[in-house]
């Protein structure tokens, strides 16, 4: 803790501002992690199989309450459709559609902030460097010569250590991108695949329900 707190004081004002990058970097990355691997990691097909099962069965309440459990996006998606089952195909089309539209922003949510964090971070060290290296300077043409040493060493270290964090955050802010992009694309895909097999799926139970009931008016 020392060694850190002896970085930060030699690295001067704008570690410090580099520091409050790092902070909104982590609990940004932090957030967005823990949203993946809790609402985001509800398997899809599974769900679906546990939907057709009660649909099937004909059981469409129970078939709400099990999405109204979870806050996860197909959960929402499929609880929009089921509840407009009743009310004909053209109705469960636009209410899944429309969850859709809703949900898929939570997916990407923040995401795109981390290039931004990089850039901010990566411009702020530099202010710290070009600081540094400006004090240097400064020593070795005005500071009397038995304190050059001593100053341009510590400018120096000014400069590197803003330089040094700067680099650290945007290095990590591209690898939380990379990674939460990732995770953002496979659970768009898979919720738009489970969209379309839950539109089919209630569609032709309404359909097969129909057939039904004219097949027992004749």
């Not at 967005?32 to 004909?58: E, H, M, P, W, Y």
């Not at 309450?65 to 195909?89: D, H, N």
């Not at 964090?165 to 489970?194: N, W």
Request: aromatic share 6%; charged share 15%.
């Amino acid at each position: 803790m020392q060694n850190i707190a002896q970085f930060f004081e030699e690295g001067g004002f704008f570690m410090y501002v580099n520091l409050i990058c790092s902070t909104i970097t982590i609990a940004l990355i932090t957030e967005r992690t823990i949203f993946f691997l809790t609402k985001g990691s509800v398997n899809a097909k599974a769900f679906l199989d546990q939907i057709r099962k009660l649909v099937a069965a004909g059981n469409i309440d129970r078939a709400v309450k099990l999405c109204s459990a979870t806050e996860a996006p197909v959960a929402r998606v499929a609880k929009a459709g089921l509840q407009r089952f009743s009310k004909g195909e053209a109705a469960i089309t636009t209410a899944i559609e429309e969850m859709l539209v809703d949900v898929t922003p939570d997916l990407k949510k923040r995401i795109q902030a981390l290039w931004s964090l990089a850039n901010i971070a990566t411009l702020i060290g530099l202010l710290g460097t070009i600081t540094g290296l400006i004090g240097a300077f400064a020593a070795v043409s005005k500071a009397a010569a038995a304190d050059r040493s001593t100053i341009l060493s510590a400018k120096i270290a000014e400069a590197m250590n803003n330089t040094w964090l700067g680099l650290a955050i945007a290095v990590t802010c591209m690898i939380g991108h990379v990674f939460l992009s990732s995770a953002s694309k496979k659970q768009q895909h898979e919720l738009e695949a489970f969209s379309m097999k839950l539109e089919n799926l209630l569609t032709e139970t309404l359909h097969a329900g129909g057939a039904a009931a004219a097949g027992g008016q004749r």
